[in-house]
């Protein structure tokens, strides 16, 4: 049955004897964002119309956890798509997963990297030892599987998610490794995430891997993300969830976007990564509008695309009174049970929902125009996936 502890991993039995049939290796391969990938671009109906990575273009998507539900049977049927397991914490996984796929004869032009931990249960040790390998993948990827090109599936929070940012663009300084970790105190360095450290340390290392074995690379830095649910559920789509019961339409400009539109994003990095034309190695991508919206409304845009006209509205003032309070409360109990990590983890996704972020994305979409004749709305994206799931149920 789907999801039992019976499931396997397809094989892979395919050669690959020619640059036509090079595969795309995505490391964090079973996330809620890979998923949507899976079926809003290399399954749905006219996904690859406007020429960019062929449909038939195979995609091994490797990660920890296999993956669940429909997915893991949609996966197992399908000829151009497979899940392979690696632990990317242990370098004796990443040469067990490379050795595999060279026997089995692959070839692998392009290397996505879009592994974190849980952002709720990932303790710092999580965080910091699925960075400390990045390096390694790349050159074994390289050496044993012919691999051109990577890109780096970033976050905005690069730029310490607990620190105000207002339209920050790809020019603008990062913060200070120094004083995070114990160097120096020049007051700009990462606060208290081990999420957001680990992220810089992963594009740092990236860009040193890729630059010593003359690789190409993109790092593309997306927000917050509502994406496809299936097993893995997605963050974003829970909080909101829960929001639309009990929820504040809080005015703070905090850009959003849905799994969709940053799946083709990815598409059209890959495309050109692999043709050899990518113009620049940093790309924010945030929003499906040009200027910045509030939090509140896509609190607004959930209720009416689920048809729910009622729920509890905290008065703003209050709810950011309480928010804070909380958040102060478990910075003091972390202060007091430093082991009890998952704290200070509730505490960082406050300070993100109650503090500005908005980011400069004019330099995506001028290279990529074609995005604003593909990407949906919020509502749009909400409305999608919920008749995703009316048609699963069915």
Known sequence: PIGSKDWE????????????????????GTSALAQTFFEE??????????????????????????????????LAR??????????????ESIDSLVQSLASS?????????GARASLTLGSPADHEALASNVGYIIARSQKSLGSR????????????????????DEDADLPSLSSSEGGEEDGYGYDASGYDLSKRRTEDDIRAACRRLGMRHVHLRISGVFSNEGGRKCIQMSAIRLQSVVGCQLRTPLDMNTGRNVCFAIRMLLDRLERGCVRNSVYYYTRPTVEPMTYGKNLVDYRRAHNIWYGIDVYEPL?????????????????????????????????????????????????????HSMEESIYEGFVRIRNRRVRARH
């Not at 990660?63 to 893991?72: C, I, M, Q, R, V």
């Not at 004869?105 to 990297?113: D, E, K, M, P, Y």
């Not at 929902?353 to 994305?361: G, I």
Request: charged share 20%.
């Open 149 to 168: 090109n990577v890109l780096h599936i970033s976050s905005v929070a690069v730029m310490d998610h607990t620190d105000s940012q207002d339209m920050k």
């Open 105 to 113: 004869g692959a070839r692998v032009s392009t290397l996505i990297f």
């Open 319 to 371: 709810a950011r009174s309480a928010i804070w309070t909380l958040i102060i409360t478990l910075q003091a109990l972390l202060r007091l049970l430093p082991a009890c990590f998952v704290l200070g983890n509730i505490a960082y996704l406050l300070t993100v929902s109650a503090v500005p972020h908005t980011f400069d994305n004019s330099r995506f979409r001028e290279e990529f125009p074609q995005i």
């Open 9 to 28: 991993a397809p094989t892979m039995t395919r050669k690959y004897n020619d640059t036509s049939a090079e595969a795309i290796l995505w490391i964090g």
């Open 41 to 74: 671009i290399l399954t749905s109906e006219g996904s690859a119309t406007d020429g960019t990575l062929s449909r038939s273009r195979n995609i091994i998507f490797a990660a920890l956890h296999p993956p669940e539900d429909t997915w893991s049977d949609l």
């Open 78 to 91: 399908s000829a151009q798509s497979s899940y392979r397991f690696v632990d990317i914490r242990r370098p």
